[in-house]
């Protein structure tokens, strides 16, 4: 048998799970696991600048394909707690990523020493194993199960400490007939399926509500031809964005009471039934009148964790199953009711929501200086054409980008959606472009966002992983400062000041340009809106020939508010903008205003 230690047995499954790539920082009590990386060779390694930054970067790099199973590394103590929000953001959104820790000594975990923490108590909550191993020889088999639990079930991350004593200890272990253990997902029965579909067959208004958990599947194919055998038009979510075209016919826009398109919230109100698969029913869809939300209309609720299924609200019917295993079913029952002829003409229902989708639009052309938003989203729509991978995490400019901005693909809008930790956009596009080093990868930051994790991009400078960032500057704290409306104050969210080093920027305080190309990075400022096209051509021009990443920083009119609901409520949504009465107002929707 051969013997290696610890740590090189743990690289070596790595490679045999599939990993080709880890982000990570290195330090005293991982090392021999570093050490382990380079004589074993085949994966590649990404020096993030912190160790929150590599989980993010993980992130990015699992959400961009499937199968993508992203690692991040660190070392003791801090570095472990830093990851911490990335096992949160990866766990709330159903994403796989491996968080491997180095630790003290195991004699001295208990003694306080240096950078020891109990980590796998404090991940424990956001994860769906954490373990620090105390014995060598459990390191493949924990290792092993990692794997297994990551892909199986609902997806979700897992973090391994591993002592530096337990890293060198030498242990046998066999790489070559080591292998993975089988996946579990639960599947649909064709009972439950048939069952699922009366309910369709039974409805005149029916809508399919799309979650990531079909883009997690890789069933977005399915899922649209199954939409399209039925003639079910189809709401994407937020995380399922990009599982049907935005301008499919059967594409009925976003629902919701921030992330939604005007068509989409009004297609939804006059449903009658919902199909809902992989997906979680998140406040930010439903909003928190579960009432207005729910009446007049049934549903069944198809998700790959059982648990999921009555949490927000009781579905008339529930299928514990993985959304591709239940949409092979949908699509096969689908395919005999049309072959029998006994699938409704849904052509009327169709029509009524793309005639929604072509008179319900929100503005996007105003020529204002300083900018209004909505019209760097209308030129982003110029030019970054159907293939561009979007990154994005949270805020004003997150929202009004899911509103405006067009996704034709599954995995080209990525988004953390359930926790929206800010500083989370540049790692994780650095994680999508490093995944997919030919895509035209986008990020869209707020100042805010941008400045929390801002020395991420030396690392895409440093390892020359091209993309381009738009941000958008308003020196506010902007979502916050509109939720603190309701409240009558304006408190704690100004990011302005006049910079002594920069004074051209009046009150925009941060100069983003200086600390982009002080960064290694290019760099472009507009004011104008007849500037931004020219600059976002110009940016993909430097990303090509520099191979770094490219800042084009759009410099906007302090206050904007975006629309949303100011009650939760998805029927009562507050347009602040004048909305579109002619073509010319949002000359980039997907449907010309009629």
């Given at each position: 048998?051969?013997?290696?230690?610890?740590?090189?047995?743990?690289?070596?499954?790595?490679?045999?799970?599939?990993?080709t790539?880890?982000?990570?920082?290195?330090?005293?009590a991982?090392?021999p696991?570093?050490?382990?990386?380079?004589?074993?060779?085949?994966?590649d390694?990404?020096?993030?600048?912190?160790v929150e930054g590599?989980?993010?970067?993980?992130?990015?790099?699992?959400?961009t394909?499937?199968?993508?199973?992203?690692?991040?590394?660190?070392?003791?103590?801090?570095?472990?707690t830093?990851?911490?929000?990335?096992?949160?953001?990866?766990?709330?959104?159903s994403?796989?990523?491996?968080?491997?820790?180095?630790?003290?000594?195991?004699?001295?975990?208990?003694?306080?020493?240096?950078?020891?923490?109990?980590?796998?108590?404090i991940a424990?909550?956001?994860?769906?194993a954490a373990t620090?191993?105390?014995?060598?020889?459990?390191?493949?088999?924990v290792?092993?199960?990692?794997?297994?639990?990551?892909?199986?079930?609902?997806?979700?991350?897992?973090?391994?400490d591993?002592?530096?004593?337990?890293?060198?200890t030498?242990?046998?272990?066999?790489?070559e007939?080591y292998?993975?253990?089988?996946?579990?997902?639960?599947?649909?029965?064709?009972?439950?399926?048939?069952?699922?579909?009366?309910?369709?067959?039974?409805?005149?208004?029916?809508l399919?509500?799309?979650?990531?958990?079909?883009?997690?599947?890789d069933?977005?194919g399915?899922?649209?031809e199954?939409?399209?055998?039925?003639?079910?038009?189809?709401?994407?979510?937020?995380?399922g964005w990009?599982?049907?075209p935005?301008?499919?016919?059967?594409?009925?826009?976003?629902?919701g009471v921030?992330?939604?398109?005007?068509?989409?919230?009004a297609?939804?109100?006059?449903?009658d039934?919902?199909?809902g698969?992989?997906?979680?029913?998140?406040?930010?869809?439903?909003?928190?009148?579960?009432d207005?939300?729910?009446k007049?209309?049934?549903?069944?609720?198809?998700?790959?964790?059982?648990?999921?299924?009555g949490?927000i609200?009781?579905?008339?019917?529930?299928?514990?199953?993985?959304?591709k295993?239940?949409?092979?079913?949908?699509?096969?029952?689908?395919?005999?009711?049309?072959?029998?002829?006994?699938?409704?003409?849904r052509?009327?229902?169709?029509?009524?929501t793309?005639?929604?989708?072509?008179?319900?639009?929100?503005r996007?052309?105003?020529?204002d200086v300083?900018m209004k938003?909505?019209?760097?989203?209308e030129?982003?729509?110029?030019?970054?054409?159907?293939?561009t991978?979007?990154?994005?995490?949270i805020?004003?400019?997150?929202?009004?980008?899911?509103?405006?901005?067009?996704?034709?693909?599954?995995r080209?809008?990525?988004n953390?959606g359930?926790?929206?930790?800010?500083?989370?956009t540049?790692p994780?596009?650095?994680?999508?472009a490093?995944?997919d080093?030919?895509?035209?990868v986008v990020?869209?930051?707020?100042?805010?966002?941008?400045?929390?994790?801002?020395?991420?991009?030396a690392?895409?400078?440093?390892?020359?992983?091209p993309?381009?960032?738009?941000?958008?500057?308003?020196?506010?704290?902007?979502?916050?400062?509109?939720?603190?409306?309701?409240?009558?104050?304006n408190?704690?969210?100004n990011?302005?000041?006049?910079n002594?080093?920069s004074?051209?920027?009046?009150?925009?305080?941060?100069?983003?340009v200086?600390?982009?190309?002080?960064?290694?990075?290019k760099?472009?400022?507009?004011?104008?809106?007849?500037?931004?096209?020219?600059?976002?051509?110009?940016?993909?021009?430097?990303?090509?020939?520099?191979?770094v990443?490219v800042?084009?920083e759009?410099i906007?009119?302090?206050?904007?508010?975006?629309?949303?609901?100011r009650?939760?409520?998805?029927?009562?949504?507050?347009?602040?903008?004048?909305?579109?009465?002619e073509?010319?107002?949002?000359?980039?929707?997907?449907?010309?205003?009629?």
């Amino acid at each position: 048998m051969p013997r290696m230690t610890a740590a090189r047995a743990a690289v070596e499954i790595l490679k045999r799970e599939g990993v080709t790539h880890a982000f990570g920082v290195p330090g005293a009590a991982i090392n021999p696991f570093y050490k382990a990386l380079k004589e074993g060779g085949g994966i590649d390694h990404t020096l993030a600048r912190h160790v929150e930054g590599a989980s993010h970067m993980a992130e990015g790099y699992t959400r961009t394909h499937p199968g993508n199973i992203g690692v991040c590394i660190g070392t003791s103590g801090p570095a472990g707690t830093d990851m911490i929000t990335g096992l949160y953001s990866a766990i709330g959104d159903s994403i796989p990523i491996l968080c491997i820790t180095g630790q003290a000594p195991t004699h001295v975990i208990h003694k306080e020493d240096f950078q020891a923490v109990d980590i796998a108590s404090i991940a424990k909550p956001v994860t769906k194993a954490a373990t620090t191993v105390l014995e060598a020889a459990q390191v493949p088999g924990v290792f092993q199960q990692a794997f297994h639990l990551m892909r199986s079930g609902r997806p979700g991350p897992v973090l391994i400490d591993l002592p530096i004593d337990v890293q060198l200890t030498e242990i046998d272990f066999d790489p070559e007939t080591y292998e993975p253990l089988p996946v579990y997902k639960p599947a649909a029965t064709r009972a439950q399926i048939e069952k699922a579909l009366s309910f369709l067959l039974e409805s005149e208004r029916p809508l399919i509500v799309a979650g990531g958990g079909v883009i997690g599947a890789d069933a977005s194919g399915l899922l649209a031809e199954f939409a399209e055998l039925t003639g079910t038009p189809v709401i994407p979510t937020l995380m399922g964005w990009g599982v049907i075209p935005d301008d499919h016919e059967l594409n009925a826009g976003m629902v919701g009471v921030q992330t939604s398109h005007r068509y989409g919230n009004a297609n939804f109100l006059e449903s009658d039934f919902v199909l809902g698969i992989g997906n979680r029913w998140a406040n930010r869809h439903t909003g928190y009148k579960l009432d207005v939300y729910t009446k007049g209309r049934k549903f069944v609720h198809v998700d790959i964790e059982p648990t999921q299924i009555g949490k927000i609200f009781a579905p008339d019917y529930g299928i514990a199953s993985d959304a591709k295993a239940a949409l092979e079913l949908f699509v096969e029952v689908a395919r005999e009711l049309k072959a029998a002829g006994r699938l409704p003409d849904r052509s009327a229902w169709i029509a009524s929501t793309q005639e929604r989708k072509a008179t319900l639009l929100r503005r996007t052309h105003f020529d204002d200086v300083p900018m209004k938003p909505q019209r760097v989203y209308e030129e982003m729509n110029r030019a970054f054409g159907p293939e561009t991978r979007y990154v994005t995490t949270i805020g004003l400019s997150q929202i009004a980008g899911a509103q405006m901005l067009h996704v034709y693909k599954p995995r080209h809008w990525i988004n953390c959606g359930q926790a929206g930790p800010l500083g989370w956009t540049i790692p994780a596009a650095l994680g999508v472009a490093k995944a997919d080093p030919e895509a035209q990868v986008v990020a869209l930051s707020g100042d805010y966002d941008f400045q929390f994790m801002i020395e991420e991009l030396a690392v895409g400078a440093q390892h020359r992983i091209p993309y381009v960032h738009v941000l958008v500057n308003n020196s506010y704290l902007g979502l916050i400062r509109q939720a603190q409306a309701g409240l009558d104050i304006n408190f704690q969210v100004n990011l302005e000041f006049e910079n002594i080093n920069s004074p051209e920027l009046g009150v925009y305080g941060v100069d983003h340009v200086k600390v982009a190309e002080g960064l290694g990075c290019k760099a472009i400022r507009v004011t104008e809106p007849d500037q931004l096209l020219p600059a976002f051509e110009e940016a993909k021009k430097l990303a090509a020939e520099h191979r770094v990443p490219v800042v084009v920083e759009a410099i906007l009119e302090r206050v904007t508010n975006i629309s949303m609901s100011r009650t939760m409520d998805i029927s009562d949504i507050t347009e602040w903008e004048e909305l579109a009465t002619e073509p010319a107002h949002a000359p980039t929707a997907v449907r010309p205003l009629s």
